[in-house]
């Protein structure tokens, strides 16, 4: 074996050994890259998760919040109305006041006209004596006459009962629209409360994402350093097989030939061919 074969092989030899170590170098990190990019993979689709999770809830707490304001401004609208028919009412009891001072009556038509009806009905269902009976009689002619006396302001007394309906009304709407308001206002604050909570888990993610992002890259170089590490000396190792290869063609040739020069002499000096002889001969 010559001095540059010999070099060759044992090059060979040592790139084997290499070859060997680097390959499992390579594959051990391109899972330790796939491991950890799988964690990173994971920290990152719920990083993206979450952000969706924080547009919607800012976009349902916005909305929220224009209703509030859309709400308190029909509630303010309300407490007005209900202020000013506080007022008409107040004025409209001072009135009623007035007239039953004015006839000196105590009660307003209606009363009078249920009391009225109260006693007529006692007198014809039950039994009395005769002197009870006139009594009550005059008592409902006096009660009449007041009655009466109030006929001409039948008027007045509608539009306070109006008043007095109206205000309720408008007491009732304005008390809605304020605890429809509240309930908006709670809701916009959950909401705000929940997107505190996700960005704090934003946070705490970014922290988790940004050491493992670098583990990754650092594995990732690391594997691609071991990959072209492993190619170049694939590709060597094909190459000294090749030369080799070459080589040992050349030295059987050569050995054949010297062979068959060694049969033809003994063939010219009538020496007898062995089965070796015979096949070098017919190689």
């Given amino acids: 074996m010559t001095d540059d074969k010999q ?28 491991q950890t990019y799988r964690k990173l993979r994971s920290i990152t689709d719920k990083i993206k998760s979450r952000n969706l999770k924080v547009n919607e809830l800012k976009k349902e707490r916005d909305e929220l919040t224009k209703e509030v304001r859309e709400v308190k401004k029909v509630r303010d609208e309300f407490n007005k109305q209900v202020k000013e028919t ?5 004025e409209m009891q001072e009135k009623k006041r ?7 009556v105590q009660k307003d038509p209606i009363a009078l006209k249920k009391e009225i009806e109260n006693l007529e009905t006692t007198i014809e269902t039950e039994v009395m004596s005769f002197p009870k009976e006139q009594s009550i009689k005059k008592h409902i002619k006096e009660l009449k006459a007041q009655l ?31 605890l429809k308001v509240q309930e908006c206002a709670q809701k916009s604050q959950e909401k705000h409360e929940v997107i505190n909570r996700t960005f704090n888990e934003l946070k705490e993610l970014r922290k988790e ?7 990754y890259l650092k594995q990732k170089a690391e594997f691609e350093e071991s990959k072209k590490s492993t190619e170049e000396m694939d ?7 090749d030369i080799l290869g070459i080589q040992e063609k050349v030295n059987m040739k050569a050995q054949v030939k010297e062979k068959q020069k060694e049969v033809s002499e003994k063939i010219k000096k009538g020496k007898k061919l062995s089965t070796e002889d015979i096949l070098a001969f017919q190689a």
């Avoid at 506080?86 to 107040?90: A, C, F, P």
């Avoid at 007035?98 to 000196?104: F, T």
């Avoid at 994402?209 to 583990?215: G, I, M, N, S, V």
């Fill in 98 to 104: 007035e007239m039953l001072g004015q006839l000196k």
């Fill in 235 to 241: 590709k060597r190792i094909k190459e000294i097989k």
């Fill in 209 to 215: 994402e940004k050491p493992l992002a670098e583990e």
């Fill in 86 to 90: 506080s007022g008409k009412q107040r």
């Fill in 148 to 178: 009466k006396s109030l006929e001409g302001m039948s008027d007045a007394w509608k539009e306070m009962k109006g008043s007095g309906k109206d205000f309720t009304e408008m007491r009732k709407k304005a008390e809605e629209a304020h």
């Fill in 7 to 34: 070099k060759l092989s044992e090059e060979l030899e040592q790139l084997k050994k290499d070859y060997a170590k680097t390959k499992s170098k390579l594959n051990s990190t391109s899972q330790l890259k796939e």
